[in-house]
């Protein structure tokens, strides 16, 4: 199901189809070190992780990782969207591209559109982002769509500090 789109990509509800790309993304070097070992190694595993993580979260707060596509062709790019952790008190943006598709745009393009999706559509007050300490990129971009460095935190599942931005809308 289609979310929204931009002027290049669509952003969509992910589906057990897209299962080969989620492993794809999961296991690559910079989703391991910035993000994390989510222990999905198999496409059952991914398929799995997609039904109990985005999907379940979509039906229970109406948003979650969209997966993003390009218009002209549907090749998955990466992943955008929101996420409610337990740990956080606010709603919490994120993104995640492969490698070969950094320094096009896209993630701009994508998390920008999701700001103006969280806060027109959803109605949202307060997002949240967060990144580790030595992610300069996500940092860069965050700033971008216009989130702010506030603090550091250390989520309850996680020994370490994690840079916190936020945007206020009000």
């Given at each position: ?73 549907q090749i998955p790019l990466g992943l955008c969207g929101f996420a409610k952790r337990e740990s956080l008190e606010d709603v919490d943006?994120?993104f995640a591209f492969l490698p070969k598709y950094w320094g096009k745009g896209y993630a701009y393009e994508a998390a920008s559109a ?57």
């Amino acid at each position: 199901m289609k979310i929204f789109e931009t002027e290049r990509l669509t952003l969509r509800l992910q589906t057990t189809d897209d299962a080969d790309f989620i492993l794809a993304l999961m296991n690559d070097p910079s989703w391991l070190q910035f993000i994390g070992d989510r222990g999905v190694k198999t496409v059952e595993e991914a398929c799995e992780y997609i039904v109990n993580g985005p999907l379940r979260m979509y039906e229970q707060f109406g948003f979650c990782f969209y997966l993003v596509e390009r218009k002209d062709d549907q090749i998955p790019l990466g992943l955008c969207g929101f996420a409610k952790r337990e740990s956080l008190e606010d709603v919490d943006i994120g993104f995640a591209f492969l490698p070969k598709y950094w320094g096009k745009g896209y993630a701009y393009e994508a998390a920008s559109a999701t700001l103006a999706y969280g806060i027109d559509i959803l109605g949202l007050n307060r997002i949240v982002a967060i990144t580790t300490q030595d992610n300069e990129a996500s940092a860069k971009l965050l700033e971008k769509i216009g989130l702010k460095f506030e603090r550091l935190v250390q989520l309850s599942n996680d020994a370490e500090e994690l840079r916190l931005f936020s945007f206020n809308f009000f």
